[in-house]
Antibody
Framework: EVQLVESGGGLVKPGGSLRLSCAASGFTFSNAWMSWVRQAPGKGLEWVGR??????????DYGAPVKGRFTISRDDSKNTLYLQMNSLKTEDTAVYYC??????????WGQGTMVTVCS | DVQMTQSPSSLSASVGDRVTVTCRASQSIRSYLNWYQQKPGKAPKLLIYAASSLQSGVPSRFSGSGSGTDFTLTISSLQAEDFATYYCQQSYSTPLYTFGQGTKLEIK
């Protein structure tokens, strides 16, 4: 079964850090470009960032709100995607989804993990 | 940056109705336009990619059209399970995969 499972969400204080994980199964993870997308409570979808496959360079790109604070990485030996979030702000409170991504859209999504930034 | 604008923001319709949602890009994105359906508490689901290609497993009552800056998602005959929020997303001006603000489809 094709699946993405996020973990690592929780409650953190402003200025704190958190690392999310996304475990992939049922497809060739090493070939996939991966993204993180977030959704603040009651709001729409916001693209966070992307990492290419290693064969395509493994480079990362980020949306303006998180650039310089968030880092996406991958461990193809563990079929796992990561999102390291530093200097967290209250406006980072959201459900975070990992997805596969390409010119043909985001076809595989995880169930999401909630991150709450609150003092 | 490419901005995506959906209309309407919300829509009331009845089972059996034909419904159309519109998405407009701030500049040409050719046919790099995708549509998603999201139900409360669930992850989004890809319905249509490349403006008009139906994702595997998606019912044929869903269809997409358009190119350049103007796109539509049409549901030919609404079913009860179609009441959800729909998002468009561009994948032309990558890596900024911009989403529209969403259209909430509610039961009349």
């Amino acid at each position: 079964e094709v699946q993405l499972v996020e973990s690592g969400g929780g409650l953190v204080k402003p200025g704190g850090s958190l690392r999310l994980s996304c475990a992939a199964s049922g497809f060739t993870f090493s070939n996939a470009w991966m993204s993180w997308v977030r959704q603040a409570p009651g709001k729409g979808l916001e693209w966070v960032g992307r990492i290419k496959s290693k064969t395509d360079g493994g480079t990362t790109d980020y949306g303006a709100p998180v650039k310089g604070r968030f880092t996406i990485s991958r461990d193809d030996s563990k079929n796992t995607l990561y999102l390291q979030m530093n200097s967290l702000k209250t406006e980072d409170t959201a459900v975070y989804y990992c997805t596969t991504v390409g010119w043909n859209g985001m076809s595989i999504w995880g169930q999401g993990t909630m991150v709450t930034v609150c003092s | 940056d490419v901005q995506m604008t959906q209309s309407p923001s919300s829509l009331s319709a009845s089972v059996g109705d034909r419904v159309t949602v519109t998405c407009r890009a701030s500049q040409s994105i050719r046919s790099y336009l995708n549509w998603y359906q999201q139900k409360p508490g669930k992850a989004p689901k890809l319905l249509i990619y490349a403006a008009s290609s139906l994702q595997s497993g998606v019912p044929s009552r869903f269809s997409g059209s358009g190119s350049g800056t103007d796109f539509t998602l049409t549901i030919s005959s609404l079913q009860a399970e179609d009441f959800a929020t729909y998002y468009c997303q561009q994948s032309y001006s990558t890596p900024l995969y911009t989403f529209g603000q969403g259209t909430k489809l509610e039961i009349k």
